[in-house]
């Protein structure tokens, strides 16, 4: 499984979102009122120590777009997410050992979008073998 599915598929554990419904990877569909998105971006290079393990760290964006004019609904989503990720140490999620996921940026606030839908995002640098 690829590690950032494992991911989500944590956070479905958790009880923060159903994949396809409300918990999303690589793209979010526009009709979603609150959801939440999972994406990768740049991190460090591939490590490969001398016992041959590789040791990855990509990074992680999540972003939260909750409903219509509510500002308290997708910002505890986010705390929610945020604060269940970085418990995430030396554990083994779906096959993949993630040795920690660690928050590198506050919350964000990107106000709201078009449909005066607001958004938060925050990042994460994610370690795993």
């Given at each position: ?61 999540v972003k939260v777009v909750g409903p219509v004019e509510d500002y308290t609904t997708p910002l505890t989503q986010i705390t929610n997410v945020q604060n269940s990720l970085s418990l995430i140490a030396n554990e083994s999620l779906s096959g ?34």
């Amino acid at each position: 499984m690829n590690w950032i599915l494992a991911l989500a598929t944590y956070l479905q554990t958790q009880s923060l979102g159903t994949a396809g419904t409300n918990l999303f990877v690589g793209v979010m569909p526009s009709t979603s009122s609150t959801a939440t998105l999972l994406t990768q971006y740049a991190g460090g290079v591939v490590e490969t120590q001398s016992s041959g393990i590789a040791i990855h760290q990509p990074s992680l964006q999540v972003k939260v777009v909750g409903p219509v004019e509510d500002y308290t609904t997708p910002l505890t989503q986010i705390t929610n997410v945020q604060n269940s990720l970085s418990l995430i140490a030396n554990e083994s999620l779906s096959g993949i050992t993630f040795l920690r996921v660690k928050p590198i940026s506050s919350i964000i606030a990107l106000g709201h979008d078009e449909r005066l839908a607001y958004e938060f995002t925050c990042n994460f640098e994610v370690t795993y073998v």
